[in-house]
């Protein structure tokens, strides 16, 4: 059974800084990719970064040069650093894992962790 869980959510000023931790525990499958995706009220879910088994990373445009994604295979430790926070990024994040990075291949997601950017 996959299991990922979400850490690291918290208040910030805008212009701060967090860090997101997604540990994941069950998955077998050699091909992977986990990413972030974030949700505020109202609003469908969005994809913010992503990294795949090959390496590949991907970000949504409106986190590039901001956002940080890394992993640590050993602890299967997914990563989100985030920096220069903006009142737009506050969301409830989600971790999320499958196969592969399209949409539908993400199977498994956590519970998500609450980011809060206030002025």
């Known amino acids: 059974q996959v299991q990922l869980v979400e850490s690291g959510g918290g208040s910030v000023q805008a212009g701060g800084s967090l860090r997101l931790s997604c540990v994941a525990s069950g998955y077998t499958g050699s091909r992977y990719c986990m990413g972030w995706f974030r949700q505020v009220p109202g609003k469908e879910r969005e994809g913010v970064a992503a990294?795949?088994?090959?390496?590949?990373?991907s970000y949504a445009d409106s986190v590039k040069g901001r956002f940080t994604i890394s992993q640590d295979n050993a602890k299967k430790l997914l990563y989100l650093q985030m920096n220069s926070l903006k009142l737009e990024d506050t969301a409830m994040y989600y971790c999320?894992?499958?196969?592969?990075?399209?949409?539908?291949?993400?199977?498994?997601w956590g519970q998500g962790t609450q980011v809060t950017v206030s002025s």
């Open positions: 990294v795949d088994s090959d390496g590949s990373v």
């Open positions: 999320a894992a499958g196969p592969s990075c399209y949409y539908s291949d993400l199977n498994y």
